[in-house]
T-cell receptor, first 115, second 113 residues
Framework: AQSVTQLGSHVSVSEGALVLLRCNYSSSVPPYLFWYVQYPNQGLQLLLKYTSAATLVKGINGFVAEFKKSETSFHLTKPSAHMSDAAEYFC?????????????FGKGTKLTVNP | GAVVSQHPSRVICKSGTSVKIECRSLDFQATTMFWYRQFPKQSLMLMAT?????????EQGVEKDKFLINHASLTLSTLTVTSAHPEDSSFYIC?????????FGQGTRLTVV
């Protein structure tokens, strides 16, 4: 069975500071990993996905995630936070490349960006 | 990008009544849609996979007679919560598959009083 653990339900950073959102996974098969973002009153949007092509994955809005098999982690980072980054972020794991198979989500991390 | 619309975004209903939530793919045809539920401070949990023209596949522990799913067309799937109880209060999200990608609706906040 697959599972995802997101450390920290709330993360607060100052504008311009580094953003680090943590995600650890458990999977018995090579995983496909995703980060989704949800802005208030909107659906989930795909930020980036890992499909074994490269361990460092670049996504939209300047976000990057690094797959570390030895640590079973897929942490999300952004060098400099912007006010518009305030949202809830979900890490997810799947056994299907396109996210079209069953997605197992973490509990989410709410990011607050302070001016 | 592809757009998935969910309606209503919020609904309050009385205990014992039924509520229908719609999920539409606005600019593409979706043979497969997924329904998720999220309780406060919990993960999104897959409830069922909805396939156009056939019966939905429910995840373990999800009551198929309580959560009725209909996927009668390639652009619409509906989830009906029958005989709702306060414990059914939750955030329900649908997603539709297009070209091996999942696109999500904005979610429906259901409150049963």
């Amino acid at each position: 069975a697959q599972s995802v653990t997101q450390l920290g339900s709330h993360v607060s950073v100052s504008e311009g500071a580094l953003v680090l959102l943590r995600c650890n996974y458990s999977s018995s098969v090579p995983p496909y990993l995703f980060w989704y973002v949800q802005y208030p009153n909107q659906g989930l949007q795909l930020l980036l996905k890992y499909t074994s092509a490269a361990t460092l994955v670049k996504g939209i809005n300047g976000f990057v995630a690094e797959f570390k098999k030895s640590e079973t982690s897929f942490h999300l980072t952004k060098p400099s936070a912007h006010m518009s980054d305030a949202a809830e972020y979900f890490c997810a794991v799947s056994d299907g490349q396109g996210g079209s198979e069953k997605l197992v989500f973490g509990k989410g991390t709410k990011l607050t960006v302070n001016p | 990008g592809a757009v998935v619309s969910q309606h209503p975004s919020r609904v309050i209903c009385k205990s014992g009544t039924s509520v229908k939530i719609e999920c539409r793919s606005l600019d593409f045809q979706a043979t497969t849609m997924f329904w998720y539920r999220q309780f406060p401070k919990q993960s999104l949990m897959l409830m069922a996979t909805s396939n156009e023209g056939s019966k939905a596949t429910y995840e373990q522990g999800v009551e198929k007679d309580k959560f009725l799913i209909n996927h009668a067309s390639l652009t619409l799937s509906t989830l009906t919560v029958t005989s709702a109880h306060p414990e059914d209060s939750s955030f329900y999200i649908c997603s539709a598959r297009r070209e091996f990608k999942a696109f999500f609706g904005q979610g429906t906040r259901l409150t049963v009083v």
